[in-house]
């Protein structure tokens, strides 16, 4: 089954998939995939502000830096200005090297997921977005594993994916899955 975990700017969609993800480990089901959580900073009023974007590779939980927000790769001249993100005018300023690392790890994914036959797993996608549904960019690897189905190493996926590109999701996804359900943050499924 594909569950398509879907909701807005900062609704929690990753800690919800973070805390299912755990879940499942505990339950021994083998999670594969990528977590993206936030990179925060107290702000001194008593809440949080997002400076950036980590990614954790799953199974192995090996944690790489994705992306800081705009302003801050800017200040700190970081902004790579063939990347992917800079040519999409996102509001992040991802490495090109780790989003190179993330697709490596998505592409041995994809020459494993057939040589763990009869294994628990899940495979989680946090998240696809505009550069991967709209523009063939981003984490290309994983829309391509994803685009394959069910595999051997595991007959379920959770992706991330904005409300407004759900149409765009099932337009890729639902025939290699046979359809998606939607869920949302505070959902008892999946």
């Not at 980590?54 to 902004?79: K, M, T, Y």
């Not at 790890?105 to 294994?119: K, M, P, T, Y």
Request: net charge negative; with cysteine.
């Amino acid at each position: 089954m594909l569950y398509l975990l879907t909701g807005e700017i900062q609704t929690g969609k990753t800690r919800w998939l973070e805390r299912r993800a755990a879940r499942a480990a505990e339950a021994g089901v083998r999670v594969y995939g990528v977590l993206a959580p936030g990179v925060w900073h107290e702000d001194g009023a008593g809440g949080f502000e997002k400076l950036g974007i980590d990614n954790v590779l799953l199974p192995q939980s090996e944690r790489i830096h994705l992306a800081d927000r705009r302003d801050i790769a800017q200040r700190l001249g970081s902004v790579e200005p063939d990347g992917p993100s800079e040519r999409a005018r996102l509001g992040w300023a991802m490495s090109n090297a780790a989003l190179a690392r993330v697709n490596e790890h998505f592409s041995r994914l994809a020459c494993e997921a057939a040589q763990v036959a009869g294994a628990r797993g899940l495979l989680v996608v946090d998240e696809l977005g505009r550069l991967e549904l709209m523009r063939g960019e981003g984490l290309t690897a994983a829309l391509d594993l994803l685009r394959r189905g069910p595999q051997p190493a595991w007959e379920d996926a959770v992706v991330v994916v904005r409300a407004g590109l759900l149409d765009r999701a099932h337009d890729a996804l639902d025939s290699a899955w046979g359809g998606a359900v939607h869920v949302l943050p505070g959902s008892q499924k999946p």
